[in-house]
């Protein structure tokens, strides 16, 4: 059974920084997705399989990066410069994909984490 943990989330001011984890129990084509009270879950950033491919969303671009290190098949998101508008839990999500193609549809990836909460004051 493939396992998805993260790690990482908390209370921080605008304008610093977070950086989240996502454990996984084997490689696979990942990204972080992300759901506001209210609203629905939107991608925030993704990376392909081999980790050469990286897609993110406009609404963090130059502020967030995702990476990843195959060793040991772990995730991150650096999250920098945030603001309150970056409140929400953040989901890391898997696929069982090895191109090097992003998606950014909730529906394409295979196993979720349990989330974790990002919280923003201003």
């Known amino acids: 059974q493939v396992q998805l943990v993260e790690s990482g989330g908390g209370l921080v001011q605008a304008g610093g920084s977070l950086r989240l984890a996502c454990a996984a129990s084997?490689?696979?084509?990942m990204a972080w997705f992300r759901q506001a009270p209210g609203k629905e879950r939107e991608f925030v950033a993704g990376i392909s399989w081999g980790g050469g491919v990286m897609h993110y969303a406009d609404f963090v671009k130059g502020r967030f990066t995702i990476s990843r290190d195959n060793a040991k098949n772990t995730v991150f998101l650096q999250m920098n410069t945030l603001n309150p508008e970056d409140t929400a839990v953040y989901y890391c999500?898997?696929?069982?994909?090895?191109?090097?193609?992003?998606?950014?549809?909730?529906?394409?990836?295979?196993?979720w984490g349990q989330g974790t909460q990002v919280t923003v004051s201003s």
């Open positions: 084997g490689r696979y084509a």
């Open positions: 999500a898997a696929r069982s994909s090895t191109s090097t193609t992003v998606s950014r549809t909730t529906t394409e990836y295979d196993y």
